[in-house]
């Protein structure tokens, strides 16, 4: 039996060994994967419950700008004008 022989065997028979052990690698990755977030879950519980509780935000209200009501806009073909002067060619 040649070297290549063996190790052929020997990864079939550890693959039917795993097979019967009904777990494969990935099953067992997914399984530590969960526990790892099931720990840090419990970690983050127990820190939320020891801080003191944060008081409420409290949104700020924006100042409105005071808006001339009898003030108008300028017309479009002086505000072109005024834009052309003004060095802004577009």
Known sequence: ??????????ARFNKTNL??????????AAKAVLDNMARLKALRLAREAAE???????????????????????????WLAGQQSGGRRT
Do not use: C, F, I, Y
């Not at 097979?19 to 067992?28: D, L, Y």
């Not at 003191?52 to 073909?77: H, M, T, Y």
């Open 1 to 10: 039996m040649t070297k290549q022989d063996r190790n052929r065997a020997d």
């Open 19 to 28: 097979a019967k052990a009904g777990k494969s690698e990935q099953e067992v």
């Open 52 to 78: 003191p509780p944060l008081p409420p935000a409290v949104k700020k209200a924006r100042a409105k700008s005071p808006k001339k009501s009898g003030e108008k806009a300028p017309a479009l073909s002086d």
